[in-house]
């Protein structure tokens, strides 16, 4: 099972599966059935987004990285090829499938991925890439996420003609943000050092280590609150609602830990897919 999971973590499979997840979530939520192009279309684009991310960030010596996951990343550069390439394939047949709109709309989510790390924008002088704003990273990643599993099936559905509860819809990515948040903000505080050294200023380096915990309890109990007032039927709310109780249990083993653990802060990764499967399992039940 271990060889299983460091697997799934460092080939990108898993955080592209809980792109997926998050969006059948949504179509479950909406009470819509999953359109499979739409799925393809999160797979592969999340898949090939974070490939790219690790390649071009390739450093000099691979080999002698201290991170075991760039090691095994580089270690199996053939899986990366092999599965960029059926992911880039993937995506373009999946495009003739869904509205032109939904391409459009998949085109600015893109650019606005893309605008993370080029440098577009002016600050205090000189041209720089979102990522160099402080504090703006986390919340830059739970946005595209929200865009992505939420607003691509919801952007499809509309264009195709089908009927939409706009409020529902916009409260759901709202409180995407705020799981994407929770799911985020720790992996941020595990970098805290690295991201030093290449002069970002995450929220945890802003805030500090405690603080940035803190934040991390403060958004979970905030999504606990959005989960109990939302305009879900109760059998959704229960599946979101035990989703954030696993949340606190990987909180607590991932923050009394004295020393940083590079791996277990993935199990947030898996939790996107779980929140899905939780909450289909009680709908299914009852």
């Excluded at 390439?85 to 003739?96: T, Y």
Aim: glycine share 6%.
């Amino acid at each position: 099972m271990q060889q299983l999971y460091r697997f799934l973590v460092y080939s990108n499979l898993l955080i592209a599966l809980a792109a997926v997840a998050q969006c059948l979530l949504t179509y479950l939520i909406l009470d819509r059935s999953p359109h499979v192009a739409i799925l393809a279309i999160e797979f592969a684009s999340t898949l090939l987004l974070y490939n790219v991310s690790l390649y071009i960030s390739k450093p000099k010596n691979p080999e002698t990285s201290p991170f075991e996951r760039t090691r095994w990343f580089f270690q199996h550069i053939w899986l990366f090829w092999l599965t960029s390439s059926i992911a880039f394939f993937g995506l373009l047949f999946s495009l003739f499938y869904v509205h032109w709109t939904t391409v459009a709309f998949l085109g600015g989510v893109g650019l606005v991925s893309l605008a993370y790390g080029f440098p577009l924008f002016g600050f205090r002088g000189r041209k720089v890439g979102l990522r160099q704003i402080p504090g703006l990273k986390v919340f830059h990643i739970a946005v595209i996420w929200s865009l992505s599993g939420v607003g691509l099936p919801v952007v499809e559905m509309w264009a195709n003609g089908d009927s939409i509860d706009w409020y529902v819809a916009n409260y759901l990515g709202v409180i995407k943000i705020v799981f994407l948040l929770i799911c985020t903000l720790p992996f941020d505080i595990r970098d805290m050092k690295q991201d030093a050294l290449y002069g970002l200023k995450t929220l945890p380096n802003m805030l500090g280590e405690f603080r940035a915990k803190q934040m991390c309890y403060l958004l979970l109990g905030l999504h606990a609150i959005l989960v109990i007032f939302a305009p879900y039927v109760l059998m959704i709310k229960i599946g979101l609602l035990l989703t954030n109780f696993f949340v606190l249990l990987i909180y607590g083993k991932l923050f009394r830990a004295t020393v940083s653990s590079y791996e277990s802060v993935y199990l947030l990764d898996a939790v996107l897919v779980l929140q899905y499967v939780v909450v289909a399992v009680i709908i299914q039940i009852y």
